[in-house]
């Protein structure tokens, strides 16, 4: 079927933009898994992760599912593949033992479904269904592919071996900047009801009122971090919450991931690369419960999820709450250090045109920041458009992580989006900031 539009219509704009960020977010997974070999690709790196080659087939496999299936109305490609990367039927641990696709079948039925959907996405009709409305579906796919992206990121950064990804690296800093942003009581709108690709997650915009609170201006530094160490911190169970302790002990967990000593100091291993800890950096790879010891230790705490999101969003000029710190617009590189341009975090005060009105640095890309938060829906929530998304992850075993790391695509970072993960991981690409109530009188 072929389209009656004219070209220059929203919808031709439209099917446009997918088509571009489809072969954008392709680009980047063809990066990360012809990095490495067919063995590699095959085997487990770690017992957290996949094998890259699970994580190539599972995007094509959901693309099928929602886009080929669903929107599309199409017959199956590959029905009898659908429980082998059904990521709550298969736990990451039994991945490898699976009768996968092997690396060349994995290519090739990507590539056979992604040929499936340019072909449907010829002829839909953005107005049909919800799940089609302002190409949300197709944004769900970008979104969910761009996201394993990530993970595989993760994995190459476990991996074994002789490096095989490079970049240029983060831009130096700009300003001096540190310290802390007094941000006044009051209501702010939280969430989003009109970001047209926002996840159900986001949703719905809503009033949250809260008291004056201070927040530092940038992530903790491994300068700062680095103090907590030498101080003790790691052992002096009174910075620790029970859980917290309990978990340092039996993981005997002393530096974060990927740190080792180095003489007096530290050095760390970023992509198959030792270099010496650099102190401006944000720190990267705690866990929660490593973040929320050194905040204790710093007299501090870690915000909640509304007040790194108030941070972030509230424009005290306006009253309303931006996308991003910097405004509406899209995030460009002068804004964040995002998409994998670079292999780590940036030194602070690298992106002072990021900066939220009130003066934040950094609240998107290069760490994902840990929030005190428990992930819970917000108020009116509904799954859409199905619960394994988002809802079956509600309650108290999961905590909020906000505003992406430097290998977070920005298809897959807003001033609302939010990811989650167990307070024990730091494997994925997580640092924070902490805050402070702002006291009587302030
Ligand atoms: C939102 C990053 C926690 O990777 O587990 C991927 C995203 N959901 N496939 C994850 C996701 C389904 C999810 N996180
Ligand atoms: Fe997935």
Known sequence: MTTTERPGTDAERLRDRIAAELERTRARTALLTDAVDDDDLVRQHSTLMSPLVWDLAHVGNQEELWLVRDVGGREPVRRDIDDLYDAFKQP?????????????????????????VYD??????????????????????????????????????????????DAPPPPEPRVD??????????????????????????????TVDLPAYRIDATPVTNGQYRAFIADGGYDQPRWWSGAGWQHRVEAGLSAPLHWR???????????????????????????????????????????????WEKAARWDPAT??????????????????????????????????????????????????????????GHPGFTAFPYREYSEVFFGDDHRVLRGGSFGTDRSACRGTFRNWDYPIRRQIFSGFRCARDAGDGE
Not at 182 to 202: C, I, K, Q, R, Y
């Open 92 to 116: 990451r641990k039994d991945r490898p033992a699976l009768p996968l696709l092997p690396p060349a079948e994995a290519r090739a039925y990507v590539r056979t479904v992604r040929d499936k």
């Open 177 to 206: 900047v540190g310290g802390e942003v007094l941000v006044p009581a009051g209501p702010f709108t939280m969430g989003t009801s009109t970001d047209p690709w926002a996840l159900d997650n986001e949703r719905p915009a809503h």
């Open 261 to 307: 000593r180095d003489g007096d100091g530290w050095a760390y291993r970023r992509f198959g690369r030792w270099s010496a800890v650099r102190d401006d950096e944000p720190v990267v790879h705690v866990c929660w419960y490593e973040a929320q010891a050194y905040a204790a230790w710093a007299g501090k705490r870690l915000p909640t999820e509304a007040e």
């Open 120 to 165: 449907l996405l010829d002829g839909i009709r953005f107005t049909d269904r919800r799940l089609v409305e302002d190409g949300f579906a197709f944004g769900m796919i970008v979104q969910h592919e761009q996201q394993h992206d990530e993970t595989m990121l993760a994995t190459h950064q476990l991996r074994a071996g002789a490096p095989v990804l």
């Open 319 to 376: 009253g309303r709450s931006r996308r991003y710190p910097w405004g509406d617009e899209d995030p460009g590189t002068g804004h964040a250090n995002l998409g994998q341009r670079h292999l780590w975090p940036a030194p602070v005060g690298a992106y002072p045109e990021g900066a939220s009105p009130l003066g934040v640095h950094q609240l998107v890309g290069d760490v994902w920041e840990w929030t005190a938060s428990t992930f819970r």
